[in-house]
């Protein structure tokens, strides 16, 4: 009786306070860090039942000196068994509903569902549902918006309905993630976003396949070439966090990373203009040029004016050159 109440404690206590989770920065990843919680207590009490019988088992049961008998012959026990069957079976039967819901709660069985209804079938709302639903007609197969299956975490339940209050574009390539703001036409590396706004990422990739990791939200979503998937978010805490790339891509997998900003609405407003002002200003523009259709003296100049030579320079350098073309 003892022994269950100290196992409870403790199981319950270090099922909150494993300290394995990086902070937590939205509100879904309150969501995903109970049923960790949960899962994390129940393994927990499971570690240190089986441990605890073995070690004891080990000392009480040894082989003492000089005894060579036997073992007692144990041929199982019904009972016991069905128990043991049935316990696990009850539990995991919990964990799969709890995280059912959570999942649910989160809107991960009907992204997309909320703001374009178009780009979702109704054969991908329900498995099985397919038999009944209609084939998708070569019209919508050819529309880019087409998609047969949404992917991703939509709205959340509170949200449902409702398009987000920011939408940011998500482009993977190999390797470097690169963010669109359809609103305001910026385009940047990183990721600012408000706090306590609802947030949608429309996720795709250019080359292979990434996957957008945001391990302080508790989300990762695939970036699939050819078509859209998506994650919507609440940030309730701000900061900044990392951006990984979760899926091998290719040799510089590991450096593909970047970082979300997580701002106050007057922050994240000042970027933003910082961001369109860089963008519109026309010193800024990089105008591409083909080395192989300029002079010599085109092609050298803005080395050389760097390296402070002028002309003067070169030709005392050059004295009797007197056809120094730069
Ligand atoms: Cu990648």
Not at 104 to 109: A, K, Q
Not at 158 to 182: C, M, R
Not at 293 to 305: G, I, N, Q, T, V
């Amino acid at each position: 009786m003892l022994t269950g109440i100290v196992l409870t404690l403790v199981s319950l206590w270090y099922g909150q306070n494993h300290g394995l989770l990086p902070i937590a920065a939205s509100e879904e990843a309150t969501h995903v860090d109970n049923l960790f919680n949960a899962m994390m207590t129940i393994s927990t009490g499971l570690f240190i039942i089986v441990e605890g019988v073995i070690i004891i088992s080990a000392i009480r049961f040894r082989k003492r000196k000089d005894d060579n008998t036997d073992g007692s012959p144990v041929h199982g026990n019904v009972p016991l068994e069905i128990l043991w069957t049935a316990i696990p079976a009850v539990i995991v039967l919990w964990i799969s509903i709890y995280s059912f819901e959570i999942y649910n709660e989160m809107g991960g069985f009907d992204p997309m569902a909320a703001n374009d209804p178009h780009a979702m079938h109704a054969q991908a709302k329900m498995p099985g549902a397919a038999i009944a639903a209609p084939l998708p007609t070569s019209e919508e197969l050819s529309s880019p918006k087409s998609n047969l299956i949404a992917i991703g975490v939509g709205a959340a339940a509170k949200n449902e309905g409702k398009p987000a209050d920011l939408v940011v574009n998500v482009t993977g390539l190999q390797y470097a993630w690169i963010f669109n703001y359809p609103d305001s036409g910026v385009t940047s590396g990183e990721l600012h976003i408000p706090v306590d706004k609802d947030v949608q990422l429309n996720i795709s990739a250019n080359d292979v396949i990434h996957a957008l990791w945001l391990p302080e939200f508790r989300l990762k979503q695939d970036a699939i070439p050819g078509r859209t998937t998506e994650i919507r978010f609440t940030a309730n805490r701000l900061g900044e966090y990392p951006i990984r790339c979760a899926e091998l891509c290719g040799a510089y997998h590991g450096s593909m990373n970047t970082q979300l900003f997580v701002q106050t609405a007057e922050e994240y407003n000042t970027w933003l203009q910082s961001q369109e002002v860089a963008s519109n200003s026309p010193g800024e523009q990089v105008v591409a040029v083909n080395p192989a259709k300029m002079s010599d003296r085109e092609f050298l100049a803005p080395y050389a004016s760097e390296m402070g030579i002028n002309s003067e320079i070169l030709k005392q350098i050059h004295p009797t050159d007197s056809h120094n073309q730069i």
